[in-house]
T-cell receptor, first 112, second 113 residues
Framework: QQQVKQSPQSLIVQKGGISIINCAYE??????FPWYQQFPGKGPALLIA?????SEKKEGRFTISFNKSAKQFSLHIMDSQPGDSATYFC???????????FGIGTKLQVIP | DAGITQSPRYKITETGRQVTLMCHQT?????MFWYRQDLGHGLRLIYY???????DKGEVPDGYVVSRSKTENFPLTLESATRSQTSVYFC????????????FGDGTRLSIL
């Protein structure tokens, strides 16, 4: 049972383009939605996060858009760079932030 | 240096063997977690611990045992390894404050032959 559905599983974007990764969730008890970035051989690292009372959060080139009614959220990477090439995971937390469900991940490749 | 370290980074073992993966954090974080990462499944929670001597099951606990006698250590044991437990295992920790994110170690790649 996949409570957080992430798409696409892989993405190739040209340098300077916009990378968009989408996630959809089912459990309305989720109340914290982070995105993690993972480079090969490393653990995931928190990139940006949002709470459901906000529709958008921007940090540098990274933006989360959140649609509470549709139960969807997405990560936008503006002006994508080769250094952004990594695997990105969306996640959803509930239960006092102890229970977390991750999406299956999106492998992003930014080509020059 | 402060942080979260996992050992070993790579391990090859045989089915039926017992293997223990170690996790050590220097932040004195209350919460610690064990995940496995598999292609097509993302990260799945195996066990977590809210404090020393307090542990609870996650999504995929079968075949695994954990203990937490000290705040800084959270070992994960496969009592009788099976091929289906071949995976990359990540340990994570975070403070009790709910606004703080989880910090992950760099993982242990475990292969069971």
């Amino acid at each position: 049972q996949q409570q957080v559905k992430q798409s696409p599983q892989s993405l190739i974007v040209q340098k300077g383009g916009i990378s968009i990764i989408n996630c959809a969730y089912e459990n309305t008890a989720f109340d914290y939605f982070p995105w993690y970035q993972q480079f090969p051989g490393k653990g995931p690292a928190l990139l940006i996060a949002i709470r459901p009372d906000v529709s958008e959060k921007k940090e540098g080139r990274f933006t989360i858009s959140f649609n509470k009614s549709a139960k969807q959220f997405s990560l936008h990477i503006m002006d994508s760079q080769p250094g952004d090439s990594a695997t990105y995971f969306c996640a959803a937390f509930s239960g006092g932030y102890q229970k977390v469900t991750f999406g299956i991940g999106t492998k992003l490749q930014v080509i020059p | 240096d402060a942080g979260i370290t996992q050992s070993p980074r790579y391990k090859i073992t045989e089915t039926g063997r017992q293997v223990t993966l170690m996790c050590h954090q220097t932040w004195s974080h209350s919460y610690m977690f064990w995940y496995r990462q598999d292609l097509g499944h993302g990260l799945r929670l195996i066990y977590y611990s809210a404090a020393a001597d307090i542990t609870d099951k996650g999504e995929v606990p079968d075949g695994y045992v954990v203990s937490r006698s000290k705040t800084e250590n959270f070992p994960l044991t496969l009592e009788s390894a099976t091929r289906s437990q071949t995976s990359v295992y990540f340990c994570a920790s975070r403070n009790r404050d709910s606004n703080q994110p989880q910090h992950f170690g760099d993982g242990t790649r475990l292969s069971i032959l």
